[in-house]
């Protein structure tokens, strides 16, 4: 099977790593990524019934890390659930040219709602007005930027002009839900690191490599949606 070309990323890639497996939802049934009403279900339920279980990670280097942040906007577009996603400048002193999803660190007095939602205006335009939250995922922890990041899953209503901030963003793009299961789309690898295997997913589109803390998410928010 030939692969999507990927774009440009840097990704750095240790010497010893091995291959992944398959993701679970390929033997899932992926027509409800095509579904707006059933996405929107599937995750509302999701973010009901489900407690979150590693708010408070114990591992030393995470209880001093930085709280922040980011958005997971839905945002349907003729007719099937995209993802907004931005790049990262390339003048940025952390994650240069990398593909995230709007955020920021959390300020005095925020939740991380009110963090994502804010960073998303900021950063590509989106009003809050527009921004429906359904609520939080599990967070995670980024090494590099010494972060802990709560992401904020929201539908978005309209299609809103979005227009990225120069000064932290140097596109912002949409991508279907469905693009991303696709098989010459996504694959999994093993990296052998100092703090243990880590399980790095990418996204390959045709003209960017999504990976990292994003890729994570977005195989998380897969994962919710075709159980």
Not at 102 to 125: D, K, L, S
Not at 143 to 161: E, K, L, Q, R, W
């Amino acid at each position: 099977m030939t692969r999507r070309r990927g774009g440009n990323q840097n990704i750095p890639r240790p010497d010893i790593w091995r291959m992944g497996d398959p993701p679970e939802w390929m033997s899932r049934d992926l027509s409800v990524l095509h579904n707006e009403h059933e996405v929107r279900a599937r995750l509302d339920h999701h973010v009901a019934t489900t407690t979150i279980t590693n708010q408070h990670i114990v591992e030393e280097w995470v209880m001093q890390s930085k709280r922040s942040a980011v958005l997971i906007p839905l945002i349907v577009q003729s007719a099937v659930p995209h993802v907004v996603l931005t790049r990262r400048a390339d003048h940025m002193r952390n994650h240069k040219g990398e593909i995230s999803f709007p955020g920021g660190r959390m300020e005095p007095g925020e939740n991380p709602a009110q963090t994502a939602v804010r960073e998303a205006f900021e950063e590509i335009g989106l009003h809050q007005n527009l921004v429906n939250v359904v609520g939080e995922l599990e967070p995670i922890a980024t090494f590099v930027s010494n972060s802990h990041i709560t992401p904020v899953v929201a539908h978005v209503d309209g299609t809103p002009h979005l227009s990225a901030d120069p000064s932290e963003v140097a596109r912002v793009f949409t991508v279907p839900l469905h693009e991303l299961a696709r098989a010459d789309t996504y694959r999994n690898e093993w990296w052998q690191t100092p703090r243990g295997d880590i399980n790095i997913h990418f996204f390959e589109l045709d003209d960017e490599t999504i990976w990292g803390a994003t890729g994570r998410l977005l195989h998380h928010v897969l994962d919710i949606v075709t159980q």
